[in-house]
């Protein structure tokens, strides 16, 4: 039985459609919302409209922005001959919030996965291949996450990347910043064993 108007309802079952929200959480929100309407609910909607008739994907990299090409692609001082590729735009936002990447990126739009039927086909791989073949770019980062599926994908791109004047590198698996080894899982462990470097 419902507690308050349908409009409301709407509301709370839109949020809790979030990734990081359910239901519970997606009423606290709502509650926070309504609270503070003034300040917050009205913005929110307001920023939210403007961006659901803005937001693009860019045909250049495939990021998401509010303008074609995106901010990063239109930035003269990023690095061409370095592309960094990764599956999904989340994790362009994240090395960007880093600040770990100044070249350009390449979002492929997922992984391969036998499972899901998702091929080769299915991912802006021709993409990357075409770009990689320009004589400007000198690298290639694959930033895959370190999933059988982002190794699969990683290796999957390297044989078709092979023969092109490029050089390709991976991010670094192993342990993290500020970790403890016995809170590690066996696999980072491992991982971090085989990619050790002189000290």
Known sequence: MAVTGPEIERLIQLLSKVPGLGPRSARRAVLTLIKKRETLLSPLAAAMAEVAGKARICPVCGNIDTVSPCSICADGSRDPAVICVVEE???????????????????????????????????????????????????????????????????????????????????????????????????????????????
């Open 89 to 199: 735009v989340s994790d362009l936002w994240a090395l960007e919030r880093a600040g770990a990447h100044k070249g350009r990126y390449h979002v492929l739009g997922g992984v391969l996965s036998a499972l899901d039927g998702i091929g080769p086909n299915d991912l802006n791989i021709g993409g990357l291949i075409e770009k990689a073949s320009t004589p400007e770019v000198r690298e290639v980062v694959l930033a895959m996450n370190a999933t059988v599926d982002g190794q699969t994908t990683a290796h999957y791109i390297t044989d078709r990347l092979e023969g092109l004047n490029v050089t390709v590198s991976r991010l670094a698996h192993g342990v993290p910043v500020g970790g403890e080894l016995d809170y590690l899982d066996d696999g980072t462990l491992s991982a971090a064993m085989k990619a050790r470097r002189p000290f």
